[in-house]
Nanobody, 121 residues
Framework: VQLVESGGGLVQAGGSLRLSCAAS????????MGWFRQAPGKEREFVAA????????YYTDSVKGRFTISRDNAKNTVSLQMNSLKPEDTAVYYC???????????????WGQGTLVTVSS
């Protein structure tokens, strides 16, 4: 499984960014997809996940109401729309390919290379 992220960058607090992840190497529409992040000096943490058909979405509490995960099974892509960004959202964001059709899932088949999101105050 290969995952390639795009869309990170520098944004002011209150702004928006959209991350995208292109997947290949497995039947994309059969599996859930997820996003994690790792801030400087901290452990990687779960951000959001979406079930195989996109019916169910899951978010960590700190991003609920601000971030939206979506997927396009025809294009093998998953996206993370991030609104009302805060400085504490600054992190490297990773796309993840869970070995499950829904969430939670303990096993990841692959991780993307990461894309840096920096939110200035």
């Amino acid at each position: 499984v290969q995952l390639v992220e795009s869309g990170g960058g520098l944004v002011q607090a209150g702004g928006s960014l959209r991350l995208s992840c292109a997947a290949s190497g497995r039947t994309f529409s059969s599996y859930a997809m997820g996003w994690f992040r790792q801030a400087p000096g901290k452990e990687r943490e779960f951000v959001a996940a979406i079930s195989w058909r996109g019916v169910n979405t899951y978010y960590t509490d700190s991003v609920k109401g601000r971030f939206t995960i979506s997927r396009d099974n025809a294009k093998n892509t998953v996206s993370l729309q991030m609104n009302s960004l805060k400085p504490e959202d600054t992190a490297v964001y990773y796309c993840a390919a869970p070995h499950c059709s829904t969430w939670p899932c303990a096993v990841m088949d692959a991780w993307g290379q990461g894309t840096l999101v920096t939110v200035s105050s």
